[in-house]
């Protein structure tokens, strides 16, 4: 079992950056593949970008690739994911996610964070 916990939400004009970090305890971190899904009031979970064990391999959603990027730093034992130009449409609750593969389901992911806010005024 692991613990998640999100970070770094907050208010941003558009095209402006936000950096959030997904901390976790309870069991090595680097065991598991990462995830970042967001989730807008009325809307279905949506896939973010995905990060190996190693952090080799990386998965980015189309609606985010060349803004977004994620990383990890196993030492640490935390999860990042760099947001530029951020526009309107990705104001939601931003969650981390852990599981055994590197996946783009949400059902796949057997651990989550408690989701932190993201908005994007224009």
């Known amino acids: 079992q692991v613990q998640l916990v999100e970070s770094g939400g907050g208010l941003v004009q558009a095209g402006g950056s936000l950096r959030l970090s997904c901390a976790a305890s309870?069991?090595?971190?680097?065991?598991?593949?990462m995830a970042w899904f967001r989730q807008a009031p009325g809307k279905e979970r949506e896939f973010v970008a995905a990060i190996s064990r190693s952090g080799f391999v990386r998965n980015t959603a189309d609606s985010v690739k060349g803004r977004f990027t994620i990383s990890r730093d196993n030492a640490k034992n935390t999860m990042y994911l760099q947001m530029n130009n951020l526009k309107p449409e990705d104001t939601a609750v931003y969650y981390c996610?852990?599981?055994?593969?590197?996946?783009?389901?949400?059902?796949?992911?057997?651990?989550w964070g408690q989701g932190t806010q993201v908005t994007v005024s224009s």
């Open positions: 309870g069991r090595a971190f680097s065991e598991y593949a």
């Open positions: 996610a852990a599981g055994d593969l590197i996946r783009v389901d949400h059902e796949r992911y057997a651990y």
